[in-house]
């Protein structure tokens, strides 16, 4: 079995400044809002200079959009390993169990966060163009699944795929809009209940 190689002193200074910018960053974004912070105040609360945030950040939406940034990748690879026995609806579900619980299965501050990029026109939009980029290998990862060929022009992995990431959406939604009131995972339960009789029979 191979192993990755250790990070670098380097590596692991730079991962420890970029983790502070985005925990400084989301903490003042969830608490103000996103368009009353400015990068002045997220440089100021984390200590580092301007110039070292525009460093590892474009822009306020980018230091968001990095929250999101390995859901994709671990959506996957969570896809990737279902067994092949199980139901494409649960194995599915099981994937997006991965991103939901990313979200919702940790701190107040998730919750915050969550309901920051949904009520953001701007990061809701960049919160969708990740989500396109997620379908495409979800729907790889499907027709993998299925013994289709990648370049296939069958419907069904990009259709299975997209109701997957549907789900998601519907249930980060539903989730933010109760406060986190309702169990993010129970939503993922019956939304998949749902959509599971249609995922089975086309597969």
């Given at each position: 079995?191979?192993?990755?190689?250790?990070?670098?002193?380097?590596?692991?200074?730079?991962?420890?400044?970029?983790?502070?910018?985005?925990?400084?960053?989301?903490?003042?974004?969830?608490?103000?809002?996103?368009?009353?912070?400015?990068?002045?105040?997220?440089?100021?609360?984390?200590?580092?200079?301007?110039?070292?945030?525009?460093?590892?950040f474009a822009s306020k939406e980018d230091v968001?959009?990095?929250?999101?940034?390995?859901?994709?990748?671990?959506?996957?690879?969570?896809?990737?390993?279902?067994?092949?026995?199980?139901?494409?609806?649960?194995?599915?579900?099981?994937?997006?169990?991965?991103?939901?619980?990313?979200?919702?299965?940790?701190?107040?501050?998730?919750?915050?966060?969550?309901?920051?990029?949904?009520?953001?026109?701007?990061?809701?939009?960049?919160?969708?163009?990740?989500?396109?980029?997620?379908?495409?290998?979800?729907?790889?990862?499907v027709a993998d699944r299925l013994g289709l060929?990648?370049?296939?022009?069958?419907?069904?992995?990009?259709?299975?795929?997209?109701?997957?990431?549907?789900?998601?959406?519907?249930?980060?939604?539903?989730?933010?809009?109760?406060?986190?009131?309702?169990?993010?995972?129970?939503?993922?339960d019956r939304a998949f209940a749902i959509v599971?009789?249609?995922?089975?029979?086309?597969?």
């Amino acid at each position: 079995m191979t192993t990755r190689p250790e990070p670098s002193l380097a590596q692991r200074k730079r991962q420890l400044v970029a983790d502070e910018l985005t925990g400084a960053a989301l903490k003042l974004l969830a608490r103000k809002g996103f368009d009353a912070v400015t990068v002045d105040e997220i440089v100021a609360t984390a200590g580092v200079s301007k110039r070292t945030f525009f460093r590892y950040f474009a822009s306020k939406e980018d230091v968001v959009v990095q929250f999101l940034a390995d859901m994709g990748a671990d959506m996957r690879a969570e896809l990737a390993g279902r067994p092949s026995p199980e139901s494409l609806s649960a194995a599915l579900r099981h994937t997006v169990l991965v991103s939901v619980n990313a979200c919702a299965g940790h701190s107040e501050q998730a919750l915050r966060v969550v309901q920051l990029i949904l009520g953001t026109p701007a990061l809701r939009a960049r919160f969708l163009e990740r989500q396109a980029q997620w379908r495409d290998e979800l729907a790889a990862e499907v027709a993998d699944r299925l013994g289709l060929a990648p370049t296939t022009t069958d419907l069904y992995p990009r259709l299975a795929a997209g109701v997957a990431l549907t789900a998601f959406d519907t249930v980060l939604q539903q989730w933010s809009d109760s406060d986190g009131a309702e169990d993010a995972a129970a939503l993922t339960d019956r939304a998949f209940a749902i959509v599971a009789p249609a995922l089975d029979a086309d597969a």
